[in-house]
């Protein structure tokens, strides 16, 4: 089996973030969840480059979703949630992976920090978190049902 790593949410830094992204690559399956509304034309053209990019407004009921959030008052905030969610169940009926990933394009990564993610065995029954910007672990663990 594989791992994957999901970067959610507007695809901003990316740039920044080319050659980490680029050596995770070498290691994972590398997908972005986003909005087509969120990427401009340049980040777009980074992201698949790099990996798969799936827009979570293409699909109608996370549309319709998005757009009822989006009403709410602090709705912006569980936006991040909803593409998580939206890409895991893509994950879920297209590929086997043994463990995923997420993160975001926007934090600057070190080389010592990409290497400790390559190099990281994940435990069952663990989930490895720093608040909403990293979190891993085993498949089963990670995706609900």
């Not at 994972?28 to 401009?40: E, K, L, Q, R, V």
């Not at 070190?110 to 990293?134: A, L, N, R, W």
């Amino acid at each position: 089996m594989s791992n994957a790593v999901v970067f959610i949410g507007q695809l901003r830094c990316i740039q920044n973030n080319f050659a980490h992204i680029q050596k995770l690559s070498l290691h994972f399956s590398i997908f972005f969840c986003t909005s087509s509304h969120d990427a401009n034309e340049h980040d777009l053209a980074i992201a698949k480059q790099l990996g798969k990019v799936i827009f979570i407004d293409l699909d109608e009921e996370c549309n319709k979703e998005e757009s009822e959030l989006l009403l709410l008052r602090e709705g912006v905030k569980v936006l991040q949630w909803q593409k998580l969610w939206h890409v895991f169940n893509v994950l879920k009926s297209t590929y086997n992976f043994d463990a995923v990933i997420k993160l975001r394009t926007d934090i600057d990564f070190s080389s010592c920090v990409i290497d400790e993610i390559i190099s990281q065995q994940f435990t069952p029954s663990t989930i490895y978190m720093y608040s909403d910007v990293f979190f891993a672990g085993k498949w089963e663990d990670m995706f609900i049902r």
